[in-house]
């Protein structure tokens, strides 16, 4: 009987977490049990992962297959409960709901054991005092049952009121732990661990209640936040950037626009992104920006700064053109970017044509520090070059050469320490 007992009562706890895991299927369900928080299915291999407890199986009645599930000391609770938070997980507890169907087996057999004990004891009475009422026997009655209903009311209020104050609790809002340049409240800032790979933290937020794009964390970043030595707010500055800049006016999205070129006023027709659907092409998958400016039609892969940009609306479509677009335009702060190291002297730059192939190329002459190799240039740059003047030769040195440069600059330097040393 006890074990019938126990079957049924395994049966309706996980009708329960059934029926609450469909109304919140995002969330970790803890089941407390006696003096035990125990938890099944998916939510159960999960929390082993994160808690390193023991997983198991359990047989439940009309389950094709063994139940997982795991369990830990209610005592543990404020223990395991913020490594839970810490990992990302949204958790909620709850109580066991009595199974109306066993109450009311139990409440039956509780009512059939009473009538056989008073049917034992009427007539165990009638025989040893034939002069007993039977009002006195059902005042006695009607007293042992009193108490009885008033502990099932009073925890039946009880139990309301909790959830009341429970619910009221959950409504209260949190706090922001930031807010932006644009109003924005931010809040549920917090780091968590990879659940598919241990060694990768990711850092996210909600914003108005939105939930942001998780961002891998840097491993400094990690310690330092870890030991409180960084905030949310300076977390959201590295990671989230553009979220936290001034939106710059709707109007200024609206096309035709027109910027400064190197021969007077050019016009943006369009501009907006796409993702490239062409199987065929490198960059197939990617985000590509497209603009039209004035006859010319021209799309490049999108960094993923300049989307944040472009979607959060902090930077206009003119200075995105100019960044991924103005060496085409041949725009002259395109190239303003570009500069030589510190110690190459300008007088080495030399651009020319190569009588090889016909192509122009340029070098960098280093003197003793060495020579670079000869790139070519592409049309643009050759015509911002010669043609707009948009170019100097530093700059186009710069774009094509400064990696070379900078391995020459530190083969030299390595040498002198080195000639230093073995005279020492």
């Not at 795991?70 to 990992?87: G, Q």
């Not at 549920?188 to 914003?207: L, R």
């Not at 902090?314 to 060496?327: I, Q, W, Y």
């Not at 300008?346 to 340029?362: E, F, I, L, S, Y």
Request: charged share 35%; hydrophobic share 30%; net charge positive.
């Amino acid at each position: 009987m006890a074990k019938k007992k126990e079957t049924d009562e395994n049966t309706g706890l996980v009708r329960q977490f059934d029926d609450m895991k469909k109304k919140h299927p995002d969330a970790m369900l803890l089941f407390r049990t006696g003096d035990f928080y125990e938890i099944y299915r998916q939510d159960a291999v999960k929390a082993a992962a994160i808690l390193a407890i023991t997983l198991t199986d359990r047989i439940i009645p009309g389950e094709k297959e063994p139940m997982k599930m795991t369990m830990f000391p209610y005592n543990k609770l404020d223990t395991y409960l913020p490594k839970l938070i810490r990992a990302g997980t949204r958790v909620a507890i709850c109580d066991k709901v009595e199974d109306p169907k066993l109450t009311k087996m139990a409440k039956e057999g509780v009512k059939k054991e009473q009538t056989q004990s008073n049917h034992s004891d009427m007539a165990k009475k009638k025989k040893e005092q034939a002069a007993q009422e039977e009002p006195v026997r059902t005042v006695k009655n009607a007293a042992g049952e009193k108490p009885a209903k008033e502990e099932k009311t009073g925890t039946a209020v009880k139990t309301k009121d909790g959830e009341e104050a429970k619910e009221k609790q959950e409504r209260k809002p949190r706090e922001p732990q930031m807010v932006t340049a644009n109003g924005e409240k931010v809040t549920h800032g917090h780091a968590y661990q990879s659940k598919t790979n241990p060694e990768e933290w990711y850092f996210t937020a909600k914003m108005d209640g939105q939930q942001l794009k998780p961002q891998r964390m840097d491993a400094a970043d990690l310690a330092a936040y870890q030991k409180k030595e960084l905030t949310v707010a300076q977390l959201m500055e590295r990671y989230y950037p553009t979220k936290l800049m001034p939106k710059v006016p709707e109007e200024a999205f609206r096309m035709p626009k027109s910027i400064a070129g190197p021969e007077g006023s050019i016009t943006v027709e369009k501009f907006n992104v796409y993702k490239e659907k062409d199987e065929q092409r490198p960059d197939f998958g990617k985000y590509k920006f497209y603009a039209q400016v004035g006859e010319a039609k021209m799309s490049a892969v999108a960094s993923r700064q300049d989307l944040n940009a472009y979607f959060d609306r902090v930077v206009t479509p003119e200075k995105l053109v100019e960044r991924n677009f103005g060496e085409r335009l041949h725009l002259k702060s395109a190239y303003e970017k570009y500069r030589l190291p510190e110690g190459v002297d300008q007088n080495g730059v030399r651009v020319a044509k190569d009588r090889a192939d016909n192509k122009w190329k340029v070098s960098v002459d280093m003197g003793e520090k060495g020579r670079t190799t000869r790139q070519e240039i592409s049309f643009d740059d050759g015509y911002s070059l010669f043609k707009a003047k948009t170019a100097t030769r530093e700059q186009i040195a710069a774009k094509y050469l400064n990696t070379e440069i900078t391995g020459l600059l530190a083969a030299n330097t390595a040498k002198v320490e080195k000639s230093a040393s073995m005279k020492m």
